[in-house]
């Protein structure tokens, strides 16, 4: 997992592997810290990810309901074609935008 600063105060983090229970302290963890700031703009690059359990849909869920209470959002990026049906499966994408691309998702200047 990465996280980059952009000058726009917006945060990308960067994801690979699977996002399970072995790895959902990770992913809490970083997310907890990116959303401690004022208003956090959060983008999940999600394009590493090969896998996604519950715990890795809660985490993003929580992160994204954390953001949008402090007048910030969170937003995904880039997932795989299995993550995102998973995403429409479990009814998360007209909940959280989700973005082909990080580009993309960094130039939708609209709130969520």
Known sequence: MSV?????????????????????????????????RPAPMVIVDLSGVGFCDSTGL????????????????????APSDFLGRLLDTVGLTPRISVYPTVADA??????D
């Open 58 to 77: 809660s985490a993003l869920v929580i992160g994204h309901n954390r953001a949008r209470a402090d007048g910030g959002w969170l937003r995904l990026a």
């Open 106 to 111: 960094l130039a939708d200047r609209n709130p």
């Open 4 to 36: 980059v600063d952009n000058a726009d105060e917006s945060v990308v983090i960067t994801v690979r592997g699977d996002l399970d229970i072995d790895s959902n302290t990770v992913l809490t963890t970083t997310l907890d810290q990116v959303l401690d």
